[in-house]
């Protein structure tokens, strides 16, 4: 049994070998909220019965049916390579950098058979704990923020072939306590733009956004499948768009930027300052080269300091591709 709220539930998580074969969760996180849904296309029949005055309930039918979901969650340290895989696609083993530190690097990439099986258990006031479940999981899109004493949060959209409640509750295996598992942080941040490679820090941010959407065709069902979805495979322009929030300090930090038609490459860099071994630190980057910023200028809105939102839109630079990289403990995703 478990405590009757959400202090007893879970959260975990496992690649797929195959897409939409199920993989027990062996990965937990300790996240902060979390909605796993079934999704159906039920419709009703309109036959007319003579006497009849309702629609029949017995021809109410579903012809299709599949799963979707949310996760909110502090972006942690380690164990969410898999996490950063699917989104980004591709084929990803983390590289061995000394002693017990490993970069993971997640360029932009086809998501093609880049799948999870993921769960929570939720309890009911009893402490019973009813099992959630998508199987067959794309993460179809991802929000990231960050702001003046704020922890890095993460939100994931994803979409699967299928929902269940009848499957076993894994058992939860965390990983180990601070420092190994503290969140990336405002403390940690570091904004960089700049030509690519070369980019130089910035002063006066005082918080970020970034959203990265992968469209997939998330509606492809056929005959012969039992109302069952195709895998998604990706249909649309990758969109990364975002703000920054910044201190007016010099105007060609952001406001040249937005005033011409060419890119700029943009880090966002969270390093904490415990090391993992050696020199090397727990990281959360992404680089974002193709940077676009919205035409805008700072006004003057009142007696107080000037600051002012920056938006920004991602558009490839012909070479280089959007990337998530990460330091850290995790030897596996």
């Known amino acids: 049994m478990a405590i009757g709220s959400g202090l007893g539930s879970q959260f975990g998580f496992s690649a797929e070998t195959t897409w939409a074969t199920r993989v027990a969760p062996a990965k937990f996180l300790r996240a902060k909220t979390y909605t796993l849904s079934r999704t159906s296309g039920e419709i009703q029949g309109e036959g007319i019965q003579t006497g009849?005055?309702?629609?029949?309930?017995?021809?109410?039918?579903?012809?299709?049916s599949g799963g979707a979901g949310q996760v909110t969650l502090d972006v942690p340290q380690r164990g969410a390579g898999v996490i950063w895989n699917t989104l980004m696609g591709g084929t990803v083993t983390p590289v061995l950098i000394s002693g017990t530190s490993y970069t993971g690097t997640f360029p932009l990439a086809d998501t093609l058979n880049k799948s999870m099986t993921v769960q929570t258990g939720n309890p009911r006031r009893d402490g019973t704990v009813v099992v959630h479940e998508l199987t067959g999981t794309k993460v179809i899109g991802a929000e990231f923020t960050c702001g003046m004493g704020e922890i890095l949060t993460c939100s994931l959209d994803l979409d699967a072939k299928a929902w269940s409640d009848a499957q076993t509750l894994a058992t939860a295996a965390y990983s180990a306590a601070a420092p190994n598992d503290n969140p990336f942080s405002f403390r940690d941040m570091a904004v960089k733009v700049g030509t690519f490679g070369a980019e130089a820090a910035v002063t006066g941010v005082r918080g970020i956004n970034v959203k990265i959407d992968r469209p997939h065709d998330t509606n492809d069902y056929?005959?012969?499948?039992?109302?069952?979805?195709?895998?998604?495979?990706?249909?649309?322009?990758t969109q990364i768009t975002g703000s920054i929030s910044a201190d007016w300090l010099d105007k060609a930090t952001f406001q040249d930027k937005a005033n011409v038609t060419t890119s700029t490459s943009m880090v966002i860099e969270f390093v904490?300052?415990?090391?993992?071994?050696?020199?090397?630190?727990?990281?959360?980057?992404?680089?974002?080269?193709?940077?676009?910023?919205t035409q805008t200028t700072q006004g003057v809105e009142g007696r107080q300091e000037l600051t002012h939102d920056w938006s920004f839109r991602w558009a490839y630079d012909g070479t280089n591709q959007p990337t998530i990289t990460t330091i850290s403990a995790d030897s596996t995703l």
């Open 222 to 237: 056929n005959a012969n499948t039992g109302g069952a979805k195709s895998q998604q495979v990706l249909n649309g322009a």
């Open 272 to 293: 904490q300052a415990t090391a993992i071994s050696g020199a090397n630190f727990p990281t959360f980057r992404l680089t974002i080269p193709g940077v676009i910023f």
């Open 52 to 64: 009849n005055f309702g629609d029949l309930a017995s021809q109410y039918v579903e012809p299709i």
